[in-house]
C-alpha cells in the first residue's frame, strides 16, 4: 500500500540558511499534518491543511512557513536556521470523514541538521 | 487544554513477559485516542486506536480499552518479543478549533530481552 512520503531523507543545512522539506501524502487523503520531534522528545504538532487551506497551526516559529499545493502535496519552507531547528519533520496524512479525521499516517520523517 | 501522561521508561522486560504501559489524558469533549510505536531509525506507525468510551482497540497482539471514568488507555500485551523493543507513544486527537491535531505523551522506551 502507498505510503506518505517526505523527501529529502536527510538533510544538512549551516546557521542562516534556509530549508525546504517535502511531503507527499497518501493518494485521496485530503489532510496533511506536520510534526518536529527533537532528540528523545515527544512530536509536536506544527501546522495543518484541509483541501489546501491552513486549518490549524501549532508551535510553528514565524521563520517557518507551509503550504499544500492542488495536488495535495506539502512543502514546509524554514528560513534563518537556527541550531535548535535540528530535529526530526514528520509528515503526516489523514481522510476526513465528515469533518474528522480519525487516523493520521506518518511518513518517515526528514532528519534536519543545523551546523 | 489537551494533554497525555505516560508511565515514565525506560521499560525492561525479558520475553514473553507481560506488558502494561500506563497512559491518562485530559481532554475537553470527547477524544480519539491512539498507540503509535516508532522502532529505531523510523517514523511512526499507529499501532492501535480507539475512537469513543469502552471501544478496545488491538493490532499484533497488543490491546488499549479506552476508559472514559478513568480517562485512560493503557496499553497490554500477554506475551512480548524481541521485536517489540520501540518506543511506544500514548496520543489523543481532539477537535481544537476544527483541526484534529494529535497530541502526544512523552513517549515510553521498551527493551524486550531474550
Known amino acids: 500500500a502507498a505510503g506518505v512520503i517526505q523527501s529529502p531523507r536527510h538533510l544538512i543545512k549551516e546557521k542562516r540558511e534556509t530549508a525546504t522539506l517535502k511531503c507527499y501524502p497518501i493518494?485521496?487523503?485530503?489532510?496533511v499534518y506536520w510534526y518536529q520531534q527533537g532528540p528523545g522528545q515527544d512530536p509536536q504538532f506544527l501546522i495543518s491543511f484541509y483541501e489546501k487551506m491552513q486549518s490549524d497551526k501549532g508551535s510553528i516559529p514565524d521563520r517557518f512557513s507551509a503550504q499544500q499545493f492542488s495536488d495535495y502535496h506539502s512543502e514546509l519552507n524554514m528560513s534563518s536556521l537556527e541550531l535548535g531547528d535540528s530535529a526530526l519533520y514528520f509528515c503526516?496524512?489523514?481522510?476526513?470523514?465528515?469533518?474528522?479525521?480519525?487516523?493520521?499516517?506518518f511518513g518517515p520523517g526528514t532528519r534536519l541538521t543545523v551546523t | 487544554g489537551n494533554s497525555v501522561t505516560q508511565m515514565e521508561g525506560p521499560v525492561t522486560l525479558s520475553e514473553e513477559a507481560f506488558l502494561t504501559i500506563n497512559c491518562t489524558y485530559t481532554a475537553t469533549g470527547y477524544p480519539s485516542l491512539f498507540w503509535y510505536v516508532q522502532y529505531p531509525g523510523e517514523g511512526l506507525q499507529l499501532l492501535l486506536k480507539a475512537t469513543k468510551a469502552d471501544d478496545k482497540g488491538s493490532n499484533k497482539g497488543f490491546e488499549a480499552t479506552y476508559r472514559k471514568e478513568t480517562t485512560s488507555f493503557h496499553l497490554e500485551k500477554g506475551s512480548v518479543q524481541v521485536s517489540d523493543s520501540a518506543v511506544y507513544f500514548c496520543a489523543l486527537s481532539g477537535r481544537v478549533q476544527g483541526a484534529q491535531k494529535l497530541v502526544f505523551g512523552q513517549g515510553t522506551r521498551l527493551t524486550i530481552n531474550p
Open positions: 503526516a496524512s489523514g481522510r476526513a470523514s465528515g469533518s474528522v479525521v480519525y487516523e493520521q499516517y
Open positions: 493518494p485521496r487523503h485530503d489532510t
